[in-house]
């Protein structure tokens, strides 16, 4: 079974500060991860995703699969990047793939 | 270029009531799924389907059912609403491989009295 985890419900910073969104997951194989973000009032789009690589809005993810996390981080935050965080996990299940997320992180991010 | 399109945006149901979620998408994805967003739950997969005329179960399955006789179109239904179904609906495609991006509708905001 695949899962992911996000510890925190909500994560408060100031504005310019770092931020680091937790995200853990449990998979016995291989699977790709993503972020995806909700601003107010708009649908979830994709952030960034793990085998891109990329730095998308100052957001950058490791994938570190000794501890079998994928945190999103930034080093300073901007009012801007307050919205709904998700993480997710993509792998194949029974041959078809199956996108599995996280309960979650609602950043808020202070002026 | 309207991506996936969701109606209606908002509804009120009565218990036992039944109505039908739609979705559309004009990319061509053969992966399609339906989620339901509840504060604290994230978002938890109720089906999905890999193509026309095959759909699968996900996490949360119960109370709705699913068709998909279109590449374009993934309908839910709700077959006789409860209170427990309030929730935030999205509808989702992509295509198929674990490494595509999921595009989503914007959601339908679902209240059953």
């Known amino acids: 079974a695949q899962r992911v985890t996000q510890p925190e419900k909500l994560l408060s910073v100031f504005k310019g500060a770092p931020v680091e969104l937790k995200c853990n997951y449990s998979?016995?194989?291989?699977?790709?991860l993503f972020w995806y973000v909700q601003y107010s009032r708009q649908r979830l789009q994709l952030l960034l995703r793990?085998?891109s690589r990329e730095s998308i809005k100052g957001f950058t993810a490791d994938l570190n699969k000794g501890e079998t996390s994928f945190h999103l981080k930034k080093p300073f935050a901007q009012e801007e990047d307050s919205a709904m965080y998700y993480c997710?996990?993509?792998?194949?299940?029974?041959?078809?793939?199956?996108?599995?997320f996280g309960t979650g992180t609602k950043l808020q991010v202070i002026p | 270029n309207a991506g996936v399109t969701q109606t209606p945006k908002f509804q009120v149901l009565k218990t036992g009531q039944s109505m039908t979620l739609q979705c559309a998408q004009d990319?061509?994805?053969?992966?399609m799924s339906w989620y339901r967003q509840d504060p604290g739950m994230g978002l938890r997969l109720i089906h999905y389907?890999?193509?026309?005329?095959?759909?699968d179960q996900g996490e949360v399955p119960n109370g709705y059912n699913v068709s998909r006789s279109t590449t374009e179109d993934f309908p839910l239904r709700l077959l006789s609403a409860a209170p427990s179904q309030t929730s935030v609906y999205f509808c989702?495609?992509?295509?198929?491989?674990?490494?595509?991006?999921?595009?989503f509708g914007q959601g339908t905001r679902l209240t059953v009295v």
């Open positions: 989702a495609s992509s295509y198929t491989g674990v490494y595509t991006e999921a595009f």
């Open positions: 998979y016995s194989g291989s699977p790709e």
């Open positions: 793990h085998i």
């Open positions: 997710a996990l993509s792998a194949n299940s029974g041959g078809y793939q199956k996108v599995t």
């Open positions: 990319m061509n994805h053969e992966y």
């Open positions: 389907s890999v193509g026309a005329g095959i759909t």
